[in-house]
């Protein structure tokens, strides 16, 4: 990822233009939209790995999206551990 992408240049305007009013946005959507950005970058290489040459960008979307969906089963999983020793 190069640090002067569009992502970073748009990320650097948001937390600029909402420095002086941090109500309007919260730490936390800024956290998500890195987060977010990360993770495509991931599913990305990760399709360029598995794919080589005809990786596509569907490729990642669906990569993403199987991501957030293991990060969301092991959540639940280690919160019923934690509630059930299970």
């Given at each position: 990822?190069?640090?002067?992408?569009?992502?970073?240049?748009?990320?650097?305007?948001?937390?600029?233009?909402?420095?002086?009013?941090?109500?309007?946005?919260?730490?936390?959507?800024?956290?998500?939209?890195?987060?977010?950005?990360?993770?495509?970058?991931?599913?990305?290489a990760t399709a360029?790995?598995?794919?080589?040459?005809?990786?596509?960008?569907?490729?990642a979307l669906k990569?993403?999206?199987?991501?957030?969906?293991?990060?969301?089963?092991?959540?639940?999983?280690?919160?019923?551990?934690i509630e059930t020793?299970?």
């Open positions: 990822m190069k640090t002067d992408d569009p992502f970073n240049k748009q990320f650097k305007i948001l937390a600029n233009k909402y420095k002086n009013m941090p109500h309007l946005i919260s730490d936390e959507m800024l956290e998500s939209c890195c987060v977010i950005n990360d993770a495509l970058d991931v599913a990305w360029q790995s598995v794919f080589e040459d005809q990786a596509k960008p569907d490729h990569i993403l999206e199987i991501f957030f969906d293991h990060a969301e089963r092991i959540k639940t999983e280690r919160q019923k551990y020793g299970d």
